[in-house]
């Protein structure tokens, strides 16, 4: 393995994020070759946390444009600030010059809003990590507007010119697969698939964010919640909702799971009326099986 | 890194690129070379590395993935080598000649529902007898009626098309503007007035957005026995639909009509089916007519300009065809569009010759097939309205 992979999945660790080869051989190489970084997945795999932890590891600034359908230009990257340019026309009234060298100032840097887009690429001191999350929920227009920008790290503001990336961002986008990106976008990125982790995975993951969790408690609860994922359940439970689980049931004192204790707190991890009853319908029996199965 | 060992990464994963092109992955010669640059970043000795860096820059999707580890395997790795790339070049390169790169979408997924409503066509045989004998048209309809024999997977390609429609119909920009609290542009003539409360100043100003036209769709289904095979389709479509946020009516009929839009909306789709199970009436024939005035006169108010009808059905009628002329005659007055789907006219040798069919022509905007996933797709551009 090549030091440099090594040393990101070391850095990656510290920050409490169990993660594997596939992940720091992306991360690695979107950076080496300053490419974004397409992850897909299930929803609650962690998509979005490797955007944080990777900021959190390389100790720049975390960028967040959170994608939503009817999500424009102006919300993504810049406006003009229009009450500021107002007041400031109000009060140059009286003030000597020209129209247009008024018209000069409130057009400027001053008077810009930036908007995570423009903000990313406007750092000053080193490379942000821009995380573009859930970019299916925006529509085909923004997504033609961000391969534009991603491409060059170059925004053309008509009143001020153009503005290049004083340091590029490092980019990650997030997708559910609500609806089929580009094949534009897609082809531009590096691509990584997150899958629901391995039992093995989800232990490691439970017992760090959870410390104060006990052994036997959190393999049984990780054997319910991987036994859970098996049902074909309306919304299956992410890792979050392991998390919130281990987290009531250390709340609750519990050391052991049985079918009362399932019963009382399993709305941690499931969302959804169906599933619930779903869950008790299949599950709940089976629960000694589930939990004598390791 | 020698200048020999970097040529033979520069051509071997050129042919790797094309190996994949063949196989239906779409790579582009700015994958290929960040490809290469990739390669020379990595540890080659690390065969997983290898893999998972190639992986990630040359595929864009995890469908790619099985092809693309199969490839891999056979491409990259030659035991004893320690995992250095050294392909196998003869054969590549000579079936490389052929760059054809066939469009991802293009490709059914070799298995499953989807690939077997992509691929599926009336038997051309014994069409005619069909056509003859409506109540009997699918000796296998029993097995088939089974609603729930449909895995997840091949419900998501249904409900993919179905979710790509509604957000075409409930995305498009209409040529009026509302007031927003904030928006991109400033409204000039709300901010000028609210200034005439500040003296003048403008102090606060307001925005507009533009509107976004709305379509209504309103699907009425045959469910009757000739229809088995395709109303799963439709019923699944419609499924589909009711649950992406859009104003969507479904209505069903075989003798009597019946809304199930609540049966459709927010449940998992086994519930709808069960409950749509009560509501379903198999039995007898078709009463056409009369369920499309029981729609016009139970509920008048679903219908304006901007709405869509979808009538799917094969036509085949047992109840008088002046009843179902009157009725189509309402429903055209009353609707934006009339489209009429017919299963039916999927098959190459079909004409509409049915009573009903003959009746309800004159009527309907659009006369369009539906009975496989393609069909399904091309219904897009009928509901721009």
């Keep these: ?294 | 890194m020698s200048g020999a060992a970097a040529k033979s990464i520069l051509a071997d994963t050129v042919l790797f690129c094309r190996a994949l092109r063949e196989s239906g992955i779409a790579v582009t010669p700015a994958e290929a070379v960040a490809a290469v640059r990739a390669l020379r970043l990595i540890d080659l000795d690390d065969r997983q590395e290898t893999f998972l860096s190639l992986r990630s820059v040359l595929t864009s999707g995890v469908e790619d993935f099985p092809i693309f580890a199969e490839l891999f395997e056979e491409f990259w790795s030659r035991p004893g080598q320690g995992g250095r790339p050294s392909a196998k070049t003869e054969r590549e390169s000579r079936s490389g000649i052929n760059l054809r790169v066939p469009p991802r979408s293009q490709e059914p997924a070799p298995r499953g529902l989807a690939f077997f409503l992509e691929n599926w066509a009336p038997p051309t045989s014994g069409d005619s007898e069909q056509i003859n004998t409506p109540a009997a048209s699918n000796i296998e309809s029993t097995a088939e009626k089974d609603f729930d024999r449909f895995g997840s997977d091949e419900l998501e390609e249904i409900a993919r098309v179905a979710r790509r429609l509604v957000k075409k119909l409930a995305s498009r920009p209409s040529r009026r503007w509302k007031p927003v609290r904030r928006g991109s542009r400033v409204n000039l003539r709300r901010s000028l007035r609210a200034s005439l409360r500040t003296g003048g100043e403008l102090v606060e100003l307001s925005f507009k957005k533009r509107k976004h036209k709305k379509t209504r769709l309103v699907v009425i289904c045959d469910v009757s026995g000739s229809m088995d095979l395709y109303s799963r389709l439709l019923i699944q479509f419609a499924y589909a639909l009711q649950n992406s946020a859009a104003q969507v009516e479904t209505f069903v009929f075989s003798t009597s009509l019946k809304r199930i839009s609540g049966h459709l909306k927010n449940k998992a789709y086994e519930r709808a089916l069960e409950s749509l199970g009560e509501t379903r009436g198999w039995s007898g024939g078709t009463l056409i007519g009369p369920s499309l005035a029981a729609f016009n006169s139970g509920w008048p108010a679903l219908v304006d300009k901007r709405t869509i009808v979808i009538i799917s059905s094969d036509g085949w009628d047992t109840g008088e065809t002046e009843e179902l002329a009157a009725a189509l005659a309402i429903l055209k007055r009353r609707a934006g569009r009339l489209i009429w789907l017919n299963p039916l006219l999927g098959s190459p040798g079909y004409q509409p010759l049915t009573r009903g069919m003959q009746t309800a022509l004159p009527f309907i905007d659009v006369f369009a097939p539906v009975h496989n996933l393609q069909s399904l797709r091309s219904l897009e551009r009928h509901l721009l309205l």
């Design chain 1, 1 to 294: 393995m090549r030091e440099e992979v090594r040393q990101i999945q070391e850095l990656i660790e510290q920050q409490a994020y169990v993660t594997d080869a596939a992940v720091a051989t992306s991360l690695y190489l979107a950076m080496a070759l300053g490419k974004p970084l397409l992850i897909e997945g299930p929803a609650g795999v962690g998509k979005t946390e490797i955007a944080k932890v990777l900021a959190g590891a390389l100790g720049t600034q975390l960028i967040r444009l959170q994608c939503y359908e009817g999500l424009d230009a102006t919300t993504a990257l810049y406006e003009w600030n229009y009450p500021k340019q107002l007041l400031h026309i109000r009060l140059q009234e009286a003030t000597q010059g020209s129209a247009a060298e008024k018209e000069a100032s409130i057009f400027s840097e001053p008077y810009l809003l930036k908007r995570p887009l423009l903000k990313a690429i406007t750092d000053p001191e080193r490379s942000p990590v821009l995380l573009i999350d859930e970019v299916d929920r925006s529509d085909e227009e923004f997504e033609a507007f961000l391969l534009e920008v991603l491409s060059d790290f170059q925004v053309t503001i008509p009143e001020i010119g153009s503005i290049a990336a004083t340091h590029r961002p490092h980019v990650v986008l997030t997708s559910n697969r609500s609806r089929e990106l580009s094949d534009a976008l897609r082809r531009r990125c590096l691509y990584l698939w997150i899958e629901y982790p391995s039992f093995e995975k989800e232990l490691q993951i439970v017992r760090r964010k959870v410390p104060a969790i006990g052994e036997a408690l959190s393999s049984e609860l990780t054997q319910v919640i991987q036994a859970a994922r098996s049902l074909s359940l309306s919304k299956v439970p992410g890792v979050a909702e392991t998390l919130d689980w281990a987290a009531s049931l250390v709340a609750l004192n519990a050391t052991h799971l049985d079918a009362a204790v399932v019963t009382e707190t399993m709305g941690c991890f499931l969302k959804d009326e169906e599933d619930l009853r779903k869950f008790e319908r299949e599950a709940g029996s089976r629960l000694d099986e589930i939990l004598s199965h390791r």
